[in-house]
């Protein structure tokens, strides 16, 4: 965060803004990679159940997201922990069973849903 504030003039809590954004930004990209190097097509999107989550993060939440098609939430495309401020988390999907998507593929999830 220092290095952050340090580039510029930027105060403390956009610091901090840029910094959770782009370690979650981070995470998700490195599940993302582990994830397709084992198979997974996607993942249910879990949003943080908390006063703070967004509208659109809350619709998404439980939903079944394919890696090659992020969507497109509040004007910007992203997978859930990758947009501004986002603390949602993506839970892969490995074996075909019980939640579709769009294309009428099945997935399944180690969770109830």
């Not at 939440?61 to 497109?72: A, E, I």
């Not at 501004?84 to 399944?108: Q, Y």
Request: net charge positive; aromatic share 6%.
């Amino acid at each position: 965060m220092a290095a952050i504030r340090a580039s510029g003039h930027v105060s403390a809590s956009r610091a901090r803004l840029i910094a959770r954004t782009e370690i979650a930004r981070a995470t998700t990209e490195m599940t993302r990679q582990r994830a397709e190097a084992i198979g997974s097509e996607g993942y249910i999107w879990h949003s943080s159940h908390d006063g703070r989550v967004r509208e659109s993060h809350l619709d998404m939440d439980g939903s079944f997201v394919r890696w090659d098609s992020p969507p497109t939430l509040d004007g910007l495309t992203g997978h859930c922990g990758q947009l501004p401020n986002c603390r949602c988390w993506p839970e892969p999907l490995l074996e075909k069973a019980r939640v579709k998507d769009n294309s009428g593929a099945v997935f399944t999830s180690s969770k109830k849903h």
